[in-house]
């Protein structure tokens, strides 16, 4: 690339793998440092060391991450840009030596390195500025004279507008349905004409002027993941599955229907949602509204956090950078108050669903024979536990009172709050329709046990049964707070404490492999380790404790 005049970011490509030498390098350069396996890729393998004192463990993670995805631990050490923002280029290039770019696409919101948000054109970019990127991305693949799909990405550094060379992916990408929608053009179709011997269907001139007329576009990664525990994956059966309508300018790519199973030993990405609108602020708008259609009942999504994102201020202004989600936390991850009437529609929900598994109960020697309790309708308390996603914070629990005034019509309590001759009904299996005095609520409702999902004015709830306080000892529940739990199916990589010993809050714990993802397990208080449960090796399943600590009564 250095040979053919594009940009590189200073950084070690030797061949020298001793740790040591490698620290020395990473002193040369300068930190912050990233160390990334050379045969990497969708941010596996990759670490930040912002010290010279963790870089030895950065790098041992990465390299055992490479290992177990890739075979090969073999590292690169760069220069970190603080506040860099990800632009990858979609090249084309035939047999005869034509090689074209058909736009730019920004893929700076990432999360674990990997892409959530993707789109075409960048924004808040020079115009002479896209035009070089063009230009070395075509360098970049005549060097090494290539044929087909690539994408060429380059690291832009937002404080000094200048932009480097990061690596080229030789095929088609997640995102490239972005670059169909501004493009008007079929890449899988290109890619068959370029196999076959043929010339590139369009010139570049052709392709900017298409690109000029189309507007703008943006992909949405819908994945089962759990957003407020660092975006750890989740697996499960998808219980129920809505999503919005497709149009010429909405379009799903999708690896999953209702039923199917997100499993553990799988990328969890369900599908794509891309839209495209005239301008960008249009195209935004759209897939706003997408998303609020877009409804996942089963294993934990980020469409929730996909919405916050999409409406984030910063990010409509297009101030975009790779660490958008971590300096917007605040913002992204503020806990929301449920409203009284979403609780009233669960209790109605769980109500009504009551109401309808009554059943005529044959008795010996007569038939259709119906229970009759009399007129007098009895009042029902629902007890429901809001449980923080995060796993640290304290659950909401929460009592709503339903009474049956007459058919159809109830009375409800939440808290101080009460509702009056509210009608309401079950139009099918998960379809629940209530007038409150102040609004019409409509309403899917999926139970799965004591698991409640609802879906109301384009947002998603999720609530839990619980068993009251004074249910509990007398059932022999067991407190499971000074367990630290699998948050999902897993493998135990690796244990970092021993019985006896003393931890400090967000002290790694133990390293655990899911969904050919690593993560670090960390204490979530300060304590001594009372029993290791499981060791490097063993299979977990979601919820099973993986250490346990002294209670504090004991220690």
């Known amino acids: 690339m250095t040979a053919a005049n594009v940009p590189c970011i200073p950084g070690y490509h030797g061949s020298e793998q001793d740790p040591q030498s490698l620290r020395q390098e990473a002193e040369k350069i300068g930190y912050p440092v990233l160390l990334k396996a050379v045969k990497g890729g969708g941010g596996k393998g990759m670490r930040i060391a912002h010290t010279d004192s963790e870089f030895l463990d950065r790098l041992e993670s990465a390299k055992s991450e490479a290992r177990s995805s890739f075979g090969d631990d073999v590292m690169l050490v760069e220069k970190y840009i603080t506040t860099p923002r990800h632009i990858e280029v979609q090249v084309f290039a ?6 074209v770019a058909l736009g730019e696409r920004d893929c700076s919101i990432q999360r674990r390195h990997q892409k959530i948000l993707e789109e075409s054109p960048a924004p808040q970019l020079e115009e002479t500025v896209r035009q070089d990127l063009w230009d070395k991305a075509r360098k970049a693949a005549l060097a090494v004279g290539y044929e087909g799909a690539g994408t060429v990405e380059f690291i832009f550094d937002n404080e000094t507008g200048e932009f480097f060379f990061m690596e080229m992916n030789t095929r088609l990408q997640v995102e490239h349905p972005v670059t169909e929608m501004v493009t008007g053009e079929d890449l899988v179709r290109w890619q068959l004409i370029v196999a076959e011997g043929g010339e590139l269907p369009l010139t570049q001139g052709e392709i900017e002027e298409r690109i000029g007329k189309r507007g703008h576009a943006i992909e949405a990664r819908i994945y089962a993941e759990n957003p407020d525990m660092n975006f750890i994956p989740d697996s499960g ?18 690896g999953f229907v209702a039923g199917d199973e997100v499993s553990s030993y799988y990328d969890p990405m369900i599908a794509k949602l891309i839209v495209q609108g005239p301008t960008r602020q249009a195209a935004l708008q759209k897939m706003s509204a997408a998303l609020e259609a ?59 669903q009551e109401l309808s598994n009554l059943q005529t109960i044959p008795v010996s020697g007569f038939t259709n024979i119906t229970v009759d309790f009399g007129d007098g309708y009895q009042e029902r308390a629902y007890h429901f536990a809001e449980a923080a996603l995060d796993g640290k914070s304290e659950s909401v629990a929460s009592t709503i009172k339903v009474r049956q005034t007459s058919p159809g019509t109830f009375d409800i309590s939440v808290g101080d709050v009460d509702y009056f001759n509210v009608t309401s009904t079950r139009d099918s299996a998960s379809s629940i329709r209530s007038f409150l005095p102040h609004t019409r609520l409509d309403t899917t409702f999926v139970r799965d046990e004591d698991k409640i999902t609802l879906f109301q004015h384009g947002k998603q709830y999720r609530l839990q049964l619980a068993v009251p306080k004074w249910a509990e000892k007398a059932l022999g529940i ?62 977990c399943k979601a919820g099973t404790a993986l250490v346990e600590f002294v209670e504090p009564s004991d220690a």
Do not use: W
């Open 478 to 539: 067991k407190d499971v707070t000074n367990s630290v739990l699998a948050p999902m199916p897993c493998k135990v990589l690796r244990v970092d404490v021993e019985e006896g010993q003393e931890v400090k809050k967000d002290q790694a714990l133990v390293v655990i492999e899911s969904m050919k993802m690593e993560t670090v397990i960390r204490s979530p208080h300060d304590g001594k380790i009372a029993k290791v449960v499981h060791k490097a090796g063993d299979l």
């Open 294 to 352: 877009y409804e996942i009942a089963g294993p934990i999504t980020n469409i929730e956090f996909l919405k916050k994102l999409c409406v984030s201020p910063a990010f409509v202004a297009g101030k975009l950078e790779t660490g958008y989600i971590d300096k917007h936390r605040d913002e992204l991850f503020t806990r929301e108050v449920t409203k009284p009437e979403v609780l009233a529609q669960a209790a109605l929900g769980l109500h009504l």
């Open 94 to 99: 035939d047999k005869f030596g034509n090689c």
């Open 237 to 254: 059966k998808l219980l129920h599955l809505r999503t919005p309508p497709i149009t010429g300018t909405v379009r799903i790519d999708a």
